[in-house]
């Protein structure tokens, strides 16, 4: 069945860097639209990021711009959140998405998914 998994987390320091990876398989990736979601403890999950199918278009949510980018390779089915000059707040479980979005239409941060991953935790600390 569809699968996305999560890698790349880890412990990093405010004003550091880190790179999550999303490896998809049994799908076709290049015609789905990719989201990155994360949950924090005691908050609601919270989308972050999105970049449409092929990687024509992307988004942020008004935290993490500036400081967030998200990519994809669709050649090997995999998508990345690049995170960099870290914060505290951006400690969370970190989730990759995907959705069937077969033209690559603007898509907003959050909303539904079809396929989802297990996540990847990332702590921000000193």
């Known amino acids: 069945q569809s699968q996305l998994v999560e890698s790349g987390g880890g412990l990093v320091q405010p004003g550091g860097s880190l790179r999550l990876s999303c490896a998809a398989s049994?799908?076709?990736?290049?015609?789905?639209?990719v989201g990155w979601f994360r949950q924090a403890p005691g908050k609601e999950r919270e989308g972050v990021s999105c970049?449409?199918?092929?990687?024509?278009?992307?988004s942020y949510a008004d935290s993490v711009k500036g400081r967030f980018t998200i990519s994809r390779d669709d050649a090997n089915n995999r998508a990345y959140l690049q995170i960099d000059r870290a914060i505290p707040e951006d400690t969370a479980v970190y989730y990759c998405?995907?959705?069937?979005?077969?033209?690559?239409?603007?898509?907003?941060?959050?909303?539904?998914?079809?396929?989802w991953g297990q996540g990847t935790q990332v702590t921000v600390s000193s």
């Open positions: 970049i449409s199918s092929h990687g024509r278009t992307s």
């Open positions: 049994q799908f076709t990736f290049e015609n789905y639209a």
């Open positions: 998405a995907a959705d069937w979005r077969p033209y690559p239409l603007i898509c907003p941060v959050g909303g539904a998914y079809e396929i």
